[in-house]
């Protein structure tokens, strides 16, 4: 491919031009194809090639909304460079509501794949080989499980400055040093050389438009940030650098009520949550053994001894 030549799932987007792809994944029981929709918008001017993604896992649907966000406000039309949205990137998941692969794989441990592997496997090394290498940067957004809701977050190696630096400019709240794990996307992007970011807000099969508004503006900001979009950045928020954390869990097994707001900070000993029995005979207070952020909650009305209920920090920047 020529330095002017941009080919995609086989088809070549000049510059000034826009696509809607299809990147074929399967058939189904049926025999019906099953593909899923790759939305390209490439500028007249050069520039780098910004990958947006959502569904990795299938219900997870605010990284959809916020993708889908993006398109219909049209930022993914770049000044320079090209965007390439795929705002449903599992959608056997997405079809099915559920996180996994019907194979019971999760797609993001599946990197990079291969050619006659699992139904997930062989989607994995498609995306490698036909779109991984064409990509300077990515946005991959997520959420939390069904049970546990994470405040809006960016998550990167904070050993890699461009990582960190471009992390500090999308403009959450909250940034977490996180290590690439095996086989997800973040690790594959990694070992290419290219630069990624992942974003967590919120939780499984909800939709919360505070996180969805996040997602959004921290990609604008990017966009801002590489030239392919013009105006001033908006950060509305001071961040926080999260090095260390974990989950505190349930000292008993009960209700469970959080008595403070995802995205808070606590000093020692306050009083964030009660666990009790349905009977008014046991009453227990759960308080913060240390000044913490919490960054993600677990929103089950009823929790195990040993369940993690509270995502905080440790050690804070």
């Known amino acids: 491919m020529s330095k002017n030549e941009f080919i995609i799932l086989g088809k ?10 299809e990147m074929d994944v399967a058939k189904l029981h049926t025999r019906n194809n099953l593909s899923i929709p790759v939305i390209v918008e490439r500028a007249s001017i050069d520039g780098p090639v910004l990958l ?20 219909r406000k049209k930022y993914n039309k770049p000044k320079k460079g090209t965007v390439i949205c795929i705002p449903v990137f ?4 997405y079809l099915n509501q559920q996180r996994e692969f019907p194979d019971g794989r999760d797609l993001n441990r599946m990197f990079p794949g291969t050619a006659n592997g699992s139904l997930a496997s062989q989607f994995a090394y498609k995306f490698t080989k036909e779109i991984a290498p064409l990509v300077d940067y990515v946005l991959d ?3 939390g499980g069904s049970s546990r809701e994470n405040y809006p977050n960016v998550r990167c190696d904070f050993k890699n400055e461009k990582n960190l630096n471009l ?22 992007m990694n070992k290419m050389g290219k630069t990624i970011l992942l974003f967590e807000g919120g939780k499984s099969l909800k939709l919360d438009q505070k996180v969805i508004s ?10 801002k940030h590489l030239g392919m979009q013009e105006g001033d950045l908006k950060i509305d928020t001071d961040y926080f650098l999260l090095k260390k954390t974990k989950w505190l869990r349930a000292p008993y097994s009960g209700i469970f009520e959080s008595l403070v707001i995802n995205g808070s900070y606590v000093k020692q000993k306050t009083v964030i949550g009660r666990i009790y029995d349905p009977y008014g005979e046991f009453d227990k207070n759960i308080v913060a053994p240390f000044d913490c952020c919490i960054y993600g909650l677990n929103t089950a009305p ?16």
Not at 214 to 223: E, T
């Open 12 to 21: 070549e987007i000049r510059k000034g031009e826009s696509a809607i792809l």
């Open 52 to 71: 947006l993604l959502g569904g990795v896992h299938g219900n997870e649907m605010n990284g959809v909304a916020i993708v889908r966000d993006i398109i």
């Open 90 to 93: 599992n959608v056997f998941g």
């Open 141 to 143: 957004f997520h959420t």
């Open 167 to 188: 992390a500090k400019i999308f403009g959450a709240k909250f940034i977490i040093d996180s290590n690439y794990i095996s086989k997800s996307i973040r690790d594959l």
């Open 214 to 223: 996040c997602g959004v503006n921290g990609a604008l900001n990017i966009m």
């Open 302 to 317: 009823i929790v195990y001894k040993g369940d993690a209920i509270f995502h905080v920090n440790i050690e804070t920047k």
